[in-house]
């Protein structure tokens, strides 16, 4: 990872027994609805993934095609989000099985290939399969299979079972049937990870041609504890901060100075490096200060959730 920016990340884990501890209320005001009124068109999400939409596969997975920024910073957040998380990754022993639900275009599969001796993923979008397989066609032992989540997952036990940014795009109901699922599916002593983005309070319904329910990490808490028995711990992804203040600046500009072209890589570019230039400041230490002031800028942000069952 050298060359990446940045001191070692802040690894503080918040550790939370939810066998034990008292439910959280509904917390804060939501932008549209609250989570009981949450409807995901599921037809709409396939939809969206199914086109490029002027980038690639692989930066629709990551949703970092629509504001002109280089290649290098999907990466970027990518090696900041292993980082963030490499202690837990480093937890699964090398002969272990791991499960990538939803695994799009095949990034984060194509890493485990490279740990762990099986990788199965699953993918329900034309689009992101097709570049799954092709990404990981010379790997042999990873295997990519086509289905709904919801329905489809695939039989046997796992040592790891990871969900990147899957959660949004389905409703309360669906989550809570999904962890039910994986949860027999892990062996003893695997782990659920999960990548979420997150909002401040409460939760937010995007709708439209792009839906997508933002939960708040409290709203997440409850969905887990409605599973039960799970030990959680929780990250901060500053990686996915990262490339959100950019893409902020980005929206700033649009809006601001209209009379400069809406998409151009090369504002894009300079955007991002002049970002990547003041790093220090602006991809380290104002997220931390913003984070110990309980400032939510960018209103968007995102954690990884690590589930163990408590024996």
């Not at 940045?6 to 501890?21: M, S, V």
């Not at 939803?102 to 097709?130: N, P």
């Not at 909002?199 to 969905?223: D, F, I, K, T």
């Not at 790093?279 to 968007?300: C, D, E, H, K, Y």
Request: aromatic share 10%.
């Amino acid at each position: 990872m050298a060359g990446y920016c940045g001191a070692d990340f802040n690894k503080i884990t918040t550790i939370i027994n939810l066998e034990k501890r008292e439910r959280y209320m509904t917390d804060g005001h939501s932008m549209n609805h609250d989570s009981t009124e949450q409807q995901i068109d599921d037809a709409a999400v396939k939809r969206y993934f199914d086109s490029t939409r002027g980038g690639t596969a692989s930066t629709v997975s990551m949703m970092a095609h629509e504001h002109n920024l280089p290649a290098c910073a999907a990466e970027y957040r990518l090696h900041k989000e292993i980082r963030t998380i490499s202690d837990w990754l480093d937890s699964v022993c090398d002969s272990g099985r791991v499960l990538d639900v939803g695994c799009g275009a095949g990034t984060w599969t194509e890493i485990f290939a490279g740990r762990y001796k099986t990788v199965t993923g699953i993918e329900q979008s034309s689009l992101m399969l097709k570049a799954a397989r092709e990404r990981v066609a010379h790997i042999p032992n990873v295997k990519i299979l086509e289905g709904d989540c919801r329905h489809d997952l695939p039989e046997g036990s796992f040592d790891m079972i990871f969900l990147g940014g899957l959660c949004m795009y389905l409703n309360d109901i669906d989550v809570i049937a999904l962890l039910r699922s994986l949860k027999n599916r892990l062996i003893e002593g695997g782990a659920i990870i999960l990548r979420e983005s997150t909002v401040h309070q409460g939760v937010s319904l995007s709708q439209g041609e792009y839906q997508a329910v933002y939960r708040s990490v409290n709203r997440y808490c409850q969905l887990f504890d409605s599973v039960g028995l799970f030990r959680m711990e929780v990250r901060r992804n500053y990686g996915y901060t990262n490339l959100v203040t950019a893409e902020e600046l980005v929206n700033l500009r649009r809006r601001w100075l209209p009379f400069l072209p809406r998409n151009s890589t090369t504002l894009g570019s300079l955007t991002w490096w002049a970002l990547r230039l003041t790093a220090p400041i602006n991809f380290w230490a104002l997220p931390q200060i913003l984070s110990q002031l309980n400032i939510p800028w960018p209103g968007l942000q995102n954690h990884f959730f690590r589930l163990r069952i408590v024996k």
